[in-house]
């Protein structure tokens, strides 16, 4: 069974750091593996794809890498902002039926002014 | 576009009172899928469609229904409710393929005391 785990669960950072948030998984048999954002009380919003056979993606401030020997991914946030304040989860396609997604539990972000 | 539309936001059960949870997708979606979300605590596949017609259960089925009569709409039934089904519950979406992103709604707020 796919597991995903996200560390650390909650960061907190000054304005302007660069950080990196982790996730791992013990199946490297992935399609792909998304990084999402959650605000508070709502719903998630997807920040970045990456395809099983990709290293990383970048979007503006945002890059993610993938090494599925390794079962690892990371997301880079640079110069971060407090808007960047938010949940990030990471979640991982599998090959079944369903293609089903499997979530890790999180990081919660805060950046302080 | 609207995107995934999730209804009701909010909601408020009696034990053992049952409710639908209703989601709808504009953006001709085949894949569907039901997750529920704990605090502190990464999102739980409830039940998934693949389209019209077909479902099949998740990690975490019991005490729910689906039925998927058209690839717009993905109801999610829960027939008796418990304190244990209190929770935030999200309908997504995706397209057929490998690069298919995924999509949520905004997410449903459940109470059952």
Not at chain 1, 85 to 106: D, E, H, K, P, Q
Not at chain 2, 30 to 42: A, C, E, K, T
Not at chain 2, 89 to 112: H, P, W
Request: glycine fraction near 10%; aromatic fraction near 10%.
């Amino acid at each position: 069974k796919q597991e995903v785990t996200q560390i650390p669960a909650a960061l907190s950072v000054p304005e302007g750091e660069n950080l990196v948030l982790n996730c791992s998984f013990t199946d490297s048999a992935i399609y792909n593996l998304q990084w999402f954002r959650q605000d508070p009380g709502k719903g998630l919003t997807s920040l970045l794809l990456i395809q099983s056979s990709q290293r990383e993606q970048t979007s503006g401030r945002l890059n993610a890498s993938l090494d599925k020997s390794s079962g690892r991914s990371t997301l880079y946030i640079a110069a971060s902002q407090p808007g960047d304040s938010a949940t990030y989860l990471c979640a991982v396609r599998v090959y079944n039926a369903g293609n089903m997604l499997t979530f890790g539990g999180g990081t919660r972000l805060m950046v302080k002014p | 576009n609207a995107g995934v539309t999730q209804t009701p936001k909010f909601r408020i059960l009696k034990i053992g009172q049952s409710m639908t949870l209703q989601c709808t997708q504009d953006m001709n979606h085949n894949y569907m899928y039901w997750y529920r979300q704990d605090p502190g605590m990464g999102l739980k596949l409830i039940y998934y469609s693949v389209g019209a017609g077909i479902t099949d259960k998740g990690e975490v089925p019991n005490g729910y229904n689906v039925s998927r009569s058209t690839t717009e709409d993905f109801p999610l039934r829960l027939e008796l409710a418990a304190p244990s089904q209190t929770s935030v519950y999200f309908c997504a979406s995706r397209s057929t393929g490998e690069s298919g992103k995924l999509f949520f709604g905004s997410g449903t707020q459940l109470s059952v005391l």
